[in-house]
């Protein structure tokens, strides 16, 4: 039974209008307004090119062709919009809520609210830190298996370089505190580095995910440290204020460089600079998550059981194969 409040059921015929709503015969408009799944969105905020396909994705997906109405929030990197937006989407009665935890705690309450209402949650990208009966699905991606290919390709690069046994000293970009992406990085990454005594980790510092925090954090690690060897930066946007500060300062990156690079994302502009030799390596973050998303809903609507977890396939790019990929990179 779809449950669609007059509130919506207006912005429906304000949103037909223009589709020759008033064409339709009166009881082709009930067929319309009913056929509709009404999916109630709050997304992180738009602080990468990363969240920017990832929000295309899911407006793509989830549009009126494809059969929903779709409700969408951007909460602007705090959590209390991303609370009120759920509880807004509660009172409309939408038929389904879909959302990015920006941190994975605090959430425990509003989810009992979705819970309590019958309205099904779905979360993507990354998780959150509650009673997993309190969600139906997730999907996103293996954070920790991000960060751990990014240590086995730092690992397997100094073999090949003959560096295994030299002193490495690294400094991390972290993203936002608390998010599953930096959980799952931090320590995919440190269980390779803990079995290298020669790797040292000088320090991890908050890039908040932006370009412009993410140099700003460099800068202070060049004024802080003489000799950084590695720069593993949790996404692409604040690669790209990293390389800005560490040019600023008169050092360069790459095989042939002072630093080597590690970012994460693999944004079309970042696989460019992979391809440029400015960045070694580029973990794979697909933002392409809308069509998971929609198969759940579908899924659900059938009412067919739906696996709590989807984990997505990623790739990792160096300069040997990005040229196969570069191209058909969409955002
Ligand atoms: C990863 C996602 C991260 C991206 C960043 O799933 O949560 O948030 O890596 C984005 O670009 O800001």
Aim: with cysteine; glycine share 8%.
């Amino acid at each position: 039974m779809k449950r669609i409040v007059f509130g919506i059921i207006c912005g429906m015929l304000l949103l037909c209008a223009c589709a020759g709503y008033f064409d339709m015969e009166p009881e082709q408009h009930e067929n319309k307004t009913e056929d509709l799944v009404v999916v109630g969105v709050s997304q992180v905020g738009s602080e990468s090119v990363w969240r920017t396909a990832n929000t295309m994705s899911l407006q793509q997906a989830l549009s009126d062709e494809n059969g929903y109405f779709l409700l969408f929030d951007n909460a602007r990197q705090k959590q209390e919009n991303q609370i009120k937006a759920i509880r807004s989407f509660i009172s409309q009665q939408v038929d389904y809520i879909v959302f990015s935890p920006i941190t994975e705690d605090g959430w425990e309450t509003v989810l009992t609210e979705a819970k309590d209402a019958g309205i099904p949650v779905i979360l993507m990208d990354r998780q959150a830190n509650v009673d997993p009966d309190l969600y139906t699905a997730w999907v996103g991606s293996d954070f920790e298996a991000e960060g751990e290919k990014a240590g086995l390709w730092l690992e397997n690069y100094l073999r090949k370089k003959d560096r295994e046994r030299e002193e490495i000293r690294i400094v991390v970009l972290q993203g936002t505190e608390g998010a599953t992406s930096v959980i799952g990085r931090t320590n995919g990454f440190q269980k390779v580095a803990q079995k290298h005594s020669n790797w040292q980790i000088l320090e991890q510092v908050n890039g908040e995910y932006t370009t412009a925090k993410g140099k700003e954090v460099m800068q202070k690690l060049l004024e802080t440290y003489d000799d950084i060897d590695v720069v593993v930066s949790q996404n692409d946007d604040m690669t790209f204020g990293a390389l800005e500060a560490i040019h600023m300062e008169g050092y360069s990156t790459g095989e042939e460089g002072d630093m080597i690079i590690i970012s994460f994302d693999a944004v079309k502009d970042a696989l460019k600079m992979v391809e440029q030799g400015l960045i070694e390596v580029d973990i794979e973050c697909n933002p392409l998550q809308g069509e998971y998303v929609s198969e759940i809903i579908q899924a659900l609507e059938a009412g067919e059981t739906v696996d709590k977890k989807c984990f997505i396939e990623e790739n990792v790019f160096t300069k040997e194969n990005v040229g196969e990929y570069i191209d058909n990179r969409t955002y």
